[in-house]
């Protein structure tokens, strides 16, 4: 079953902060972070795993609360180049490897 | 590193018609998935392997089919094409459930 992603899309400026939200129906053991831009692949951000600290990339970072099954990935800053749409995956349970993707966040960055 | 290669980059079939879409990856992952993304439905995971022989059903296999006779190589076959398959194809490798890397896609057209 697929995540929920929040906000579906979202507009800032250049240096404003953003939050991008994931929850799940099932208990997770990992929410994985990926940006994607207009035509091209899915890139890698981060992995958060159950029990594990907040992670942190640039000026990315993400939290999980495993007991309300949700992540958050937290953009500070942004700059231009964060513009491009965001996905969490997250796998249910160790060894599964069934990662399952959200819908996506549409962030646009503007000058 | 050539990394995850997909190909064709590009197709159009006929309704009806059989074909497969290869992916290859050189980085020696135990893990590869298949993933297809239609506008506003995210990455949707249609079927994923945990190593050589070994394939599991995503959350939309209907239609497709897979194997995994070598680490290397997770093959997908569309046994008779359907416009519904229209989309945008992805392959993913990992290792250990860490960062997955992408292949640049396969754009399908079934008319």
């Known amino acids: 079953q697929q995540p929920v992603q929040s906000p579906q899309a979202v507009i800032l400026r250049e240096g404003e902060d953003a939050v991008i939200n994931c929850s799940s129906s099932?208990?997770?053991?990992?929410v994985h972070w990926y940006r994607q831009k207009h035509g091209e692949a899915p890139v890698f951000l981060m992995i958060?795993?159950?029990?594990?600290e907040q992670k942190g990339h640039e000026k990315i970072s993400a939290s999980f609360n495993e007991k309300k099954q949700q992540s958050s990935l937290y953009l500070t800053a942004s700059q231009l180049s964060y513009s491009g749409t965001y996905f969490c995956?997250?796998?249910?349970?160790?060894?599964?490897?069934?990662?399952?993707f959200g819908k996506g966040t549409k962030l646009t960055v503007n000058p | 590193n050539a990394g995850v290669t997909q190909t064709p980059k590009f197709q159009v079939l006929k309704t009806g018609q059989s074909m497969t879409l290869q992916c290859a990856q050189d980085?020696?992952?135990?893990?590869m998935s298949w993933y297809r993304q239609d506008p506003g439905m995210g990455l949707r995971l249609i079927h994923y392997?945990?190593?050589?022989?070994?394939?599991d059903q995503g959350e939309v296999p209907n239609g497709y089919n897979v194997s995994r006779s070598t680490t290397e190589d997770f093959p997908l076959r569309l046994l008779s094409a359907a416009p519904s398959q229209t989309s945008v194809y992805f392959c993913a490798s990992s290792r250990d459930r860490g960062e997955a890397f992408f292949g640049q896609g396969t754009r399908l057209t079934v008319v």
């Open positions: 958060l795993l159950k029990g594990g």
């Open positions: 392997s945990v190593g050589a022989g070994i394939t």
């Open positions: 099932k208990a997770l053991y990992s």
């Open positions: 995956g997250t796998e249910g349970s160790p060894g599964s490897e069934k990662l399952v």
């Open positions: 980085m020696n992952h135990e893990y």
